[in-house]
């Protein structure tokens, strides 16, 4: 895994074999961060990285300038990963080890993004859950994005607040607006 761009840009970093992940690959990445570099000023926000895994994507965010990212993770070893490895890029990346479905429901703080990069076998009514509990606890700040990852053969479109989709190889980001 690599980070792409801002101050550890071209950094590689190796996670252990034995975490349960599937990190994002390079080029969906690299286009997602291109879409949200259009859209957002990046020192300014608050981001939420929910099913976080090796921290792919708030390494991303926070060698980008962001200094306000809460990863979860339910597996220590992925939180335990993170912290390490913020540590070692002296990067503010706060985690919580914590069921993602049973933190959106006890959660209060807002977010400017809230990315979701669950495992793609997921069933579509877990898929469903992320939405629903976002946007009925309002956790996104004004012009806020939920960001859910996913395999191509899931479709997220019929989902309430569904702005749109981009497809990358074998993933797809679906965007959630209110």
Known sequence: MRIISGKHKGRNLMAPKKLPVRPTKDMAKE?????????????????????????????????????????????MGCTNYIDKISTQLELDIRTLKADVFSFLGKNSEKFDIIFADPF??????????????????????????????????TSLEHLPHFESSRKYGGSVFSFFKS
């Open 31 to 75: 286009a997602l961060f291109n879409i949200l570099n259009n859209r957002y000023y990046f020192p300014d926000l608050n981001v939420l990285d929910l099913f976080s895994g090796t921290g792919n994507i708030s390494y991303e965010f926070a060698s980008r300038g962001v200094d306000h990212i809460l990863a979860v993770d339910v597996d």
């Open 120 to 153: 793609y076998s997921m069933e579509l009514t877990d898929f469903a859950k992320i939405p629903e509990l976002v946007f009925t606890k309002e956790m996104l700040l004004e012009d806020g994005v939920l960001i859910i990852e996913h395999s191509k053969h």
